[in-house]
């Protein structure tokens, strides 16, 4: 089984920085994409950006100039910077992790969520 843990959300000033890290705690996929989403309050959860085992990366659209998307694979570990960041950005940062296991199977796994507050 794998854990997914996130961190760096917090409070940030409209026009500041946060750079979010998904960690998970061993590797177990032949191939995998790990995404970023976020759920706002009030709001359907959507997907932010993502990034592949092979490193090709996706973004939506209000995230493409501002955010950018990364992963060290020696860590097991994603990243989010998220520049420029505005109101609207607040909400529920999550990751997920899906890929194919050595088995073949196919599987996926959920973090807890961290929170990003963008606020005066």
């Known amino acids: 089984q794998v854990q997914l843990v996130e961190s760096g959300g917090g409070l940030v000033q409209p026009g500041g920085s946060l750079r979010l890290s998904c960690a998970a705690s061993?590797?177990?996929?032949?191939?995998?994409?790990t995404g970023w989403y976020r759920r706002a309050e009030g709001k359907e959860r959507e997907l932010v950006a993502s990034?592949?085992?092979?490193?090709?990366?996706s973004y939506a659209d209000s995230a493409k100039a501002r955010f950018t998307i990364s992963r060290d694979n020696a860590k097991n570990t994603v990243y989010l910077q998220m520049n420029s960041l505005k109101p609207e950005d607040t909400a529920v940062y999550y990751c997920?992790?899906?890929?194919?296991?050595?088995?073949?199977?196919?599987?996926?796994?959920w973090g807890q969520g961290t929170q990003v507050t963008v606020s005066s």
């Open positions: 990034i592949t085992s092979g490193g090709g990366t």
């Open positions: 997920n992790l899906k890929g194919v296991l050595y088995s073949g199977r196919f599987d996926y796994y």
């Open positions: 061993r590797s177990v996929f032949v191939s995998s994409e």
